[in-house]
């Protein structure tokens, strides 16, 4: 069974950094993708990564934000730094890559596997 979990959201100051996990478990992650659904409700692509290779930033992201993978634990990584209140989202990993999306994360359901998400708050 496929299964992805994220893990390690929290409030945070502004400023400040959090460290955000999406384990998998019944495969092997490839390519995948970290977005987020803040008070907006639409989905936004946050970066996508390869095998450990961060291959696409958004540019509210560029500069703060970077991603690792540890093949051991099948686990992948969002390294959040310099926060701001902006970043305040509900946070997925997914197997989707979706450079545009005008829609919730859920109606994204069917383009690859979801986490179930973890919330982020900044507070100014």
């Known amino acids: 069974q496929v299964q992805l979990v994220e893990s390690g959201g929290g409030s945070v100051e502004a400023g400040g950094s959090l460290l955000l996990s999406c384990a998998a478990s019944?495969?092997?992650?490839?390519?995948m993708g970290w977005y987020r659904q803040g008070p907006n409700n639409v989905c936004e692509p946050v970066l996508f990564?390869?095998?450990?290779?961060?291959?696409y930033y958004g540019d509210s992201v560029k500069g703060r934000f970077t991603a690792s993978q540890d093949n051991a634990k099948n686990t992948v990584y969002l390294h959040m730094n310099s926060l701001k209140p902006e970043d305040t989202a509900n946070y997925y990993c997914?197997?989707?890559?979706?450079?545009?999306?005008?829609?919730?994360?859920?109606?994204?359901?069917?383009?690859?596997?979801w986490g179930q998400g973890t919330q982020v708050t900044v507070s100014s």
């Open positions: 997914s197997t989707a890559i979706v450079r545009t999306m005008t829609f919730p994360c859920e109606k994204y359901d069917g383009f690859g596997y």
């Open positions: 019944g495969f092997t992650f490839g390519e």
């Open positions: 990564m390869n095998t450990g290779f961060t291959s």
